[in-house]
């Protein structure tokens, strides 16, 4: 009898630990699902891709884009970001890092029309390849913060074009009939 107690005791104790740490398990994979369709949803959008394949004087060359996989999880430094926004539950957590660097898949990120993404997690601006005419810069986008309900996100993006040349903005997006949409653009930079 005592054995079978003891039995069904482990049993019981395993069942508490594992069950809850599948749910998170599948929570986390569904989060993370969701902020990689966010973030190729819009990075040609992000870079500008359409006014860049305009620009471009050989429609035959390829442009590059070197994008960081490490999506940041704390906003950059940013007197724009001590506005109205000290109450956002979800720009919060951005800032205050609750939510941790993590490198996405990047095999689930294609190429774009006429634009090479090359994955490099710490660019070197030293070396000659970034001197190309084809290289359009450099790519680093924030954590994605949803709500519980997955349905309203914030994130950070820059780009980093050349000296004097870049921007960036804080966003506000919303998923509407299953497709993320851009709402707000709550802070942005030129240069």
């Known amino acids: ?21 599948s749910i998170f398990a599948q929570t986390n994979d569904k989060y993370d699902k ?15 891709g359409e006014r860049f394949r305009k620009l471009n004087k050989n429609a035959n060359d390829t442009l ?27 720009i919060k957590k951005l800032e205050d890092n609750r939510l941790a660097k993590r490198v996405i898949d990047t095999v689930q990120i294609k190429s774009l029309q006429g634009i090479k993404i090359l994955f490099e997690s710490e660019p070197d601006f030293n070396k000659s390849k970034y001197l190309s005419d084809k290289v359009i810069g450099t790519l680093n986008i924030s954590r994605v913060s949803f709500n519980k309900e997955m349905t309203v996100g ?26 993320w949409e851009i709402t707000k653009y709550l802070s942005s930079w030129v240069s």
């Open 64 to 90: 590059i884009i070197y994008f960081n996989p490490t999506l940041q999880s704390r906003l950059e430094k940013n007197p724009l970001f001590d506005r109205d926004y000290k109450t956002n539950e979800l």
């Open 34 to 48: 969701e902020e990689i369709s966010v973030v190729y949803q819009f990075l040609d959008r992000l870079i500008d």
């Open 1 to 21: 009898m005592k054995r079978k107690m003891r039995t069904y005791t482990i049993g019981l104790i395993l069942s508490l630990i594992i069950f809850p740490l």
């Open 154 to 179: 914030y994130f950070y993006y820059s780009v980093y074009c050349g000296e004097d040349c870049g921007w960036g903005d804080l966003i506000k997006i919303k998923k509407k009939s299953g497709v």
